[in-house]
């Protein structure tokens, strides 16, 4: 650049000039600083002070006169492009005082800006993409106008297509589909353009493919269809794909069928059946999607033939029925059926009828009588092309119009059957008619005679649609035989048939000797004697005769003799009312009508007695130890017997029962009449039961001086509430005290009932004098070992006692009910009695807080009951108690045996087979030698806790015991015997049911050596056991119990345990 | 018990009870613990019903003074009670085998039905029955030479024709068909309940109809049977030539199918096919010529049978049936030729079964 100086300054010749020179290279500029003066002559020392975009300072010696320019100082700086700077200099230090300086604008040049990115390709479309590139690295020091984009189909970009934008993405729209393009881009500035960007390349996504047109189906078989279409796929829409799809007449759904190249334009299915009706539908598919779809015509296969075809005679009509089998109407092929038909046999040349729906019948109207006609049809299938026909039909039963019937099939009475009349000599003969042109009766003929006659008697011909007829007046001492022949609608009648030889009797009857209607019988068993007679003559050749209470039968005899005389076994139930039934047979045979009779038992019964268990789990068995109560008066007990039932279903029954005790039991409402400083209380005991209780404050003064009632500190509660039920079913009168007595009593239940200590006559019950009464009382205590007290009260007409009671105690073991009895004769002047009932330890032992219950207190005069409490008393109880009681009643003696019998008195028996864990129900009954018998409770006793064990009892009796119980496992398969049949025309196959079941059992376990706590038999004891000849018994933890055979034994060692498993078979008894 | 139809086309709860009878047929007590059991019947067989029976050895049963009576019992599913039952019929157990092993000792029977006593029974002397006797009579008094009583026949009131004579050593059984037969009388035979039983013979399709085998849903045959049919020699003409009296020609009676409906006719054949009987025993020459009839109906019938496996059902001989299979368009009157039973659980009675030829 040439130098600019600035403007001189000075005076004189001394002006001084500030000159600037400067040049560029790229950005980077180099200042020239030059002074000059006008003077000839200078040497003296300036200094040049630099300032703006340089700055600094130099002093120098100006040494050029006469406006020489004298270089001073040359500077650089880099700058940027576009960009101008100042650099100013001024000089001082000059002679003459002048400071001239001087400014220059430099300004570097703008140049083209660098390319941008090579370009990103997004968001392809089938017409374009968005493009997005980065700016240029350098704008050539001036801002991007703008871009330039440019498409082409060649990477040389001929012919490209230019657009501009001025953000740095741009989206083109104008492409063509499925094609490659590239793509460039170059940025604009204020000098000009940048060099082309690098190239990217894309391809355009196809269009989405446009459907296959002129879509066909041709049918080759039932199981073979051609499907072809037209293709129009095009370069920017091709196929990758075709998806053919089936719609048939069973779904009424279209699935895909194939899915083929894109190239494809048929297919062919061989996966179609008989009977449906299909149609096809074909899209393509592309990477852009799929196409529409192209639908084909339907097409059919060949439906099926119509079923059952049944031809009915319809007054001079044929009327044909017929089914449609599935899928063949409706959406199916089928449009319409033809029927076809044949004379004698020979079918016609052409369709009888062509029906256009599906129907299912059809009337053959006015059809020649003289000849027989059979049909069959066959299914249309004419909705698409070709046309299709099923096979024929099974041909219909041929109709043979106006045929005689054949010979009928006799029903009663049969060849050689001995028919019973009803005593008015009619004889009610019965048969079936056959047609063989399915025409009802219309007429029939009987004919009958004596046997040895020939001559046949008849009832005519009798228009009737009736298959009997009574013949009157057949003796009874004659060998009948008898003939049906019957019309149809032909004129002929048909066969007779084989006759049939019949004789007539009357049933015998019979009456009841013993017992009669409502008799009262007073032992526990009975026999039965009834009175035979036949009006026939004929003598008594069977009997049975039946033992029932209520619903439910006891026993069950009979015999084939003339015996009218039989004892039954069934032991007979104190106060219970029985039926006897009898019947009996003659020589005909025929059998009587069941005859009943009603009787009641009522028997003086022996004291009872309780059980009490004891489950010993060395062997699994149980202990039953059985202890007679004495009642004065009773008949001697001469023995006991033990009985069980084990069947599952009485622990149902049995709780059913408690629970109908607690929920259901009767409202009882114990009223106290004693002083007023009493309080009611209501409380929960274990959610189940609420109980109201009336505490009973102490009392100073007992109203007769016995008994401990009176200590100060002593609290009592009676209420309802019943831990279980009676012995009877009744519920039971709890008392309890909270606090210890000093006198020993534990319970005091005084006056039961009515819990009133008073006096008052009103209180008491009404006696007579000089009367032998019996007082008893069923008791139960908490303690194991506990003493009872029983004692009567006599009051005179006052209310004032006259004696003082007898005294006596019963010691007692156990948790269960115990009645407690005694007899007193009433003093002179009685006329009211009072019972209490005490209840405390045997010893002086007292336990705070423990319970005691009674139940069915009674006071009686003489054999005769007078119960002691009437009315609202414990010994009602409510029908569904009732209901529950004698369900459970029922369903022990159904599945009850006795286990022992003629045991001694107060004696302990051993049950080596009780179901382990669960409860098995026992009951003693005790016997009089009158006989009668007094059944004790249903008590259950449970054989456990098993803690785990598991038990086999072999051998003699079943006395020899193994058990195990580590490790055991027990695996059961349980089969009813079953087959199978199948019928010609049933799709399913028929069962057939018997009675054997199979049960197989296996069982392993380790054995627990002696030397530990609580061994295990050994495996050589179970060896042993199977060894024996007759079966075992099995029982499990869980109460299951079998007896079986054991098939196999193996005994295993494992390292220091020993093991043993078998399997064996659950066997009849 | 009448049998309620129904219960024979559902499924099944079987049992079989075995009942001991006296030699007077009276009830003893059950048969326990049998084993297998097999009963055959057959128009085939001189005795026309019998079986097998295998059962626990029991040492107080003297086999020589007991029948047997087996039941077969359709029990109800849900109480099992009974539904229906029929006798196989009462027995004779003759010659029990013993078998006996380390588990126990087991008897196999030969059953058969009482028409053994007639069979082993023979004449000590020559057995006459004069002219004129009464026919059912005369039969009746050969069973009762064996013991027996109980015969259920129709009486017809027919007598003999001619004397009719039976050597020494004759069976009693073979004397009562000869004077059945000579009154056109089917053979005799023993029903379930052992009762002797005859009837005047009557044509097939004259008989009821006890069963029809129909392939619907109420169907009880195996859809495994065979048909079997051979015309070839069937006769279409019966020559049957009775038995003369003095000097008089003996008695013909000639039986023609010339029934265009028979295949087996002559109309048909366009030829005669012959059978000829001599010395045919009837009472008049009414019963030879229906014996002619029935002769060639018999003769027709062997010709097609069909041998049927189907669930149990009580049948009894010569009893007509239906039979048809739809699909293969079989459809036959039929009469029962033979069938059996066995024990085991679910079997099936196989029946074979003649075709009605009507002539």
């Known amino acids: 650049m040439a130098i600019t100086w600035g403007a001189g300054d000075g005076s004189g010749y001394g002006i001084f000039y500030v000159g600037i020179d400067y040049s560029i290279s790229g950005t980077s500029v180099t200042v020239r600083y030059y002074v000059r003066t006008e003077a000839n002559s200078v040497n003296d020392t300036q200094k040049l002070t630099f300032y703006g975009k340089i700055s600094g300072s130099k002093s120098f010696t100006m040494n050029t006169p006469n406006m ?142 446009s459907a296959p047109s002129s879509v066909s189906v041709s049918r080759t078989n039932d199981t073979r269809q051609v499907i072809s279409w037209n293709r129009n796929n095009t370069s920017g829409a091709p196929y990758d794909n075709l998806y053919v799809e089936r719609w048939d007449s069973v779904t009424n759904s279209y699935s895909v069928r194939a899915t083929l190249s894109g190239s494809a334009s048929s297919y062919t299915d061989t996966g179609t059946v008989a009977n449906r009706r299909y149609r096809y539908r074909v899209r393509a598919k592309n990477s852009s999607g799929y196409s529409s779809y192209g639908y084909s015509n339907y097409i059919s296969t060949t439906p099926l033939p119509p079923t059952n075809v049944k031809a009915t005679k319809s007054g001079g009509n044929i009327v044909l029925t017929w089914s449609i089998p599935e899928d063949t109407g409706g959406d199916g092929p089928g449009n319409g059926i033809e029927i076809w038909h044949a ?161 007539v009797s009357s049933p015998p009857t019979v009456d009841w000797v013993s017992p009669v209607d409502e008799d009262i019988i007073n032992l526990a068993s009975v026999t039965a004697e009834w009175l035979y007679s036949d009006p026939d003559g004929t003598a008594q050749t069977g009997w049975e005769v039946e033992l029932w209470q209520d619903d439910q039968r006891l026993e069950h005899q009979s015999g084939d003799d003339d015996s009218t005389l039989v004892p039954m076994e069934t032991q007979l139930q104190n106060e219970v009312q029985y039926e006897l039934r009898v019947r009996v047979r003659d020589e005909a045979p025929l059998w009587s009508d069941w005859v009943s009779v009603f009787f009641t038992t009522d028997f003086l019964k022996p004291a009872g007695a309780t059980i009490i268990g004891n489950y010993n789990r060395d062997d699994g068995s149980m202990g039953i130890t059985i202890n007679n109560q004495v009642v004065v008066g009773a008949p001697d007990t001469v023995y006991n017997e033990v009985w069980v039932s084990e069947d599952p279903s009485l622990h149902t029954l049995y709780e059913a029962w408690e629970e109908a005790v607690i929920n259901a039991g009767p409202t009882i409402t114990y009223t106290w009449l004693g002083t007023a400083n009493m309080s009611p209380s209501v409380e929960t005991i274990d959610g189940l039961v609420t109980r109201t209780n009336v505490l009973l404050r102490p009392q100073p003064n007992p109203p007769d001086g016995v008994g401990g009632w009176a200590t100060s500190n002593s609290t009592r509660y009676v209420s309802s509430f019943d831990e279980g039920a009676g012995p009877e079913g009744h519920p039971a009168l709890m008392v309890e005290r909270t606090t210890e007595s000093p006198n020993n009593i534990i319970a005091d239940v005084y006056a039961i009932g009515s819990t009133d200590t008073s006096t008052s006559v009103e209180h008491l019950t009404e006696v007579l004098p000089d009367t032998q009464y019996t007082a008893s009382v069923y008791l139960k205590s908490g303690l194991a070992a506990w003493r009872s007290w029983m004692y009567i009260y006599w009051y005179d007409g006052t209310g004032t006692l006259i004696s003082n009671p007898e005294t006596g105690w019963v010691d007692q073991e156990g948790s269960d009910w115990t009645r407690i009895s005694m007899t007193e004769t009433s003093p002179a002047g009685a006329a009211y009695a009072r019972l209490r009932v005490f209840v405390g330890t045997t010893g002086g032992n007292i336990i705070g807080g423990e319970t005691a219950w009674v139940a069915d207190a009674q006071l009686e005069e003489g054999p005769d009951v007078t119960p002691f409490f009437t009315g609202d008393s414990i010994n009602q109880a409510t029908e569904e108690v009732q209901n529950a009681r004698q369900a459970l009643e029922a369903a022990w003696r159904s599945t009850a045996r006795l286990l022992a019998t003629d045991l001694d008195l107060n004696t302990t028996i051993t049950y080596d087979l009780p179901r382990l864990g669960v409860n098995s129900y026992y009951r003693v009954i005790t016997a009089s030698d009158l006989p009668s018998y007094n059944e004790g409770a249903i008590v259950p006793l449970m054989a456990g806790p098993t803690h785990g064990w598991m038990f086999l009892n072999g051998g003699p009796d079943f006395t020899q015991s193994v058990r195990l119980r580590a490790e055991l496992k027990i695996g059961r398969t349980q089969s009813r015997e079953k087959t199978y049949n199948r019928y010609k025309g049933r799709p399913k196959p028929i069962p057939t049911v018997g009675e054997g079941i199979t049960h197989q059992i296996s069982v392993s376990a380790k054995i627990r050596p002696t030397n530990r706590p609580e061994p295990s038999s050994s495996a050589d004891d179970v060896v042993e056991l199977s060894l024996q000849p007759g079966d075992v018994y099995m029982r499990d933890p869980l109460g299951h119990k079998w007896l079986v055979s054991i098939d196999q034994v193996e005994p295993e060692v494992y390292g220091l345990y020993e093991a043993v498993s078998f399997s064996a078979q659950e066997v009849e008894g | 018990m009448s049998i309620d139809p129904s219960v024979l086309i559902g499924r099944r709860n079987e049992r079989w009870r075995f009942d001991l009878l006296t030699l007077n047929d009276t009830y003893i007590r059950p048969l326990r613990r049998v084993v297998d059991g097999k009963f055959d019947f057959s128009i085939h067989n001189t005795i026309r019903s019998g079986g097998d029976l295998t059962c626990a050895y029991e040492p107080d049963i003297d086999w020589l003074k007991v029948r047997i009576q087996p039941w077969y019992i359709l029990l109800d599913d849900d109480d099992e009670t009974e539904l229906a039952k029929w006798p196989m019929g009462v027995f004779i157990p003759e010659s029990p085998g013993e078998k006996f092993s380390s588990t126990g000792a087991s008897v196999e029977l030969q059953l058969y039905d009482k028409l053994l006593l007639l069979s082993r029974d023979e004449v000590e002397s020559t057995w006459v029955v004069p002219k004129g006797t009464d026919g059912l009579l005369a039969v009746r008094q050969v069973i009762e030479s064996v013991t027996e009583t109980q015969l259920v026949a129709e009486d017809l009131g027919k007598t003999i024709a001619g004397d009719m004579v039976w050597d020494v050593g004759e069976t009693k059984l073979r004397i009562i068909n000869d004077l059945l037969e000579s009154m056109n009388y089917f053979s005799l035979w023993v029903d379930g309940y052992g009762r002797y039983r005859t009837n005047p013979y009557i044509e097939p399709m004259s008989r009821g109809l006890a069963w029809e085998f129909v392939d619907d849903r109420d169907s009880i045959y195996s859809p495994d049977y065979e048909h079997k049919a051979d015309y070839f020699n069937a006769p279409n003409k019966v020559i049957l030539i009775g038995q003369a009296e003095g000097d008089e020609e003996a008695p013909r009676a000639v039986a023609l199918n010339e029934n265009p409906e028979s295949p087996l006719s002559f109309q048909n054949r366009g030829t005669w096919i012959s059978y000829t009987e001599q010395g045919v025993e009837a009472d008049s020459l009414g019963t030879l010529q229906a014996i002619a009839q029935r002769r060639l109906a018999e003769k027709s019938q062997v010709t097609s049978s069909f041998t049927v496996n189907s669930a149990h059902i009580p049948l009894e001989l010569n009893g007509l049936v239906r039979f048809v299979d739809s699909e293969y368009d079989r459809e036959a009157y039929c009469v029962l030729q033979s069938f059996s039973v066995n024990t085991q659980l679910g079997s099936m009675m196989e029946l074979e079964m003649r075709r009605v030829v009507e002539t």
């Open chain 1, 68 to 209: 020489g320019a004298q270089l001073v100082h040359t500077a650089s700086f880099t700058g940027s492009r576009g960009s101008s700077y100042t650099v100013s200099a001024s000089l001082s230090g000059t002679y003459s005082g002048g400071t001239p300086s001087h400014s220059r604008t430099i300004t570097i040049p703008a140049v083209e800006p660098s390319k941008p990115g090579t370009p990103s390709v997004s968001s392809i479309t089938s017409n374009g993409a968005k493009v997005t590139w980065s700016a240029p690295t350098n704008n050539g020091g001036s801002s991007i106008k703008r871009y330039q984009v440019s498409f082409s189909e060649s990477s040389s970009f001929s012919n490209d297509d230019r657009a501009y934008t001025t953000s740095r993405s741009y989206t083109s729209t104008s492409r063509a589909p499925n094609k490659t393009y590239w793509v460039r881009v170059r940025a604009e500035n204020g000098v000009g353009w940048s060099g082309w960007s690098g190239s990217r390349s894309f391809k355009t996504k196809p269009s989405t493919p």
């Open chain 1, 343 to 503: 004379t004698d046999g020979v079918w016609d040349g052409t369709a009888l009828a062509v029906l256009n729906t599906m129907a299912t019948t059809y009337t053959h109207l006015s059809v020649n009588n003289a000849v027989t006609h059979t049909y069959r049809l066959k299914t249309r299938a004419t909705k698409d092309t070709p046309n299709l026909y099923s096979a024929y039909s099974s041909p219909s039963n041929t109709v043979q119009l106006l045929a005689p019937p054949l010979a009928p099939t006799v029903i009663s009475p049969a060849d050689g059957s001995v028919y019973a009349d009803d005593g008015s000599g009619e004889t009610v003969v019965t048969w079936q008619h056959n047609p063989v042109d399915t025409t009802d009766q219309t007429k029939f003929e009987v004919q009958w005679r004596a046997n040895e006659d020939v001559e046949w008697q008849t009832s005519g011909e009798i228009e009737s649609t009736e298959s009997s007829y009574i013949i009157p007046d057949l003796s009874h001492e004659q060998t009948w035989v008898w003939r049906v022949r019957t019309w149809g609608e032909y004129a002929d009648p048909s066969p007779f048939n084989v006759a049939s030889t019949f004789t």
